[in-house]
């Protein structure tokens, strides 16, 4: 998969700074500007950028702005097209990144909610990725992907649980038969 036209690193700094969103570049380190070692890492800032955009005008608070999420939803429609395997490409993509971004903790101690929530994004690529493999007739990968959705489904189960623990929700242990 390749851009029809891949964005330079300067075009993407330029449309960080039009947003407002400029990095702080450290002239000793970064003299000459964007370069295209960054190109990457500039277009995770843009994409923070254009989901805090959407985050901010698309609060399901109040009664309608259901209708801005599906505004957001047919732009990016627009964009890309109706291609199934481009779609499943991008949100697979998107959902590695979500799950790494929900894994991300500042303690060393992982949290059952968070590893279940990783697990939850990890199960629903894997689903993804099994669908596209067997869309192509491709058994092997699908039951590769299949085994990746099963295991991440049995961590999701076991978060939940943890969590319930963690709450004091977990089943009580007896004492014994009582006289």
Known sequence: MKSEHPASAEQIWAALAALGAEPVADPQVRSEGPREADRLRLLGALLATAEWEITAATRLSEEGEIEDVLQTSLGWTDRLGRDPGLAVNVLTNRLQRTAMQ???????????????????????????????HADRGDVEGTRRALGGAEE????????????????????????????
Do not use: K, N
């Not at 968070?114 to 099994?130: G, V």
């Not at 999701?156 to 014994?176: K, S």
């Open 152 to 179: 991440a489904l049995i961590d999701v189960m076991q978060g939940v649980h943890d969590l319930r623990i963690a709450i004091g929700d977990g089943p009580r242990e007896t004492e014994g038969p009582e006289d």
């Open 102 to 132: 929900v894994s991300e903790s500042e303690g060393e101690q992982s949290l059952p909610g968070r590893e279940a929530s990783f697990a939850a994004a990890m199960t629903a690529l894997y689903t993804l990725s099994a669908q596209m």
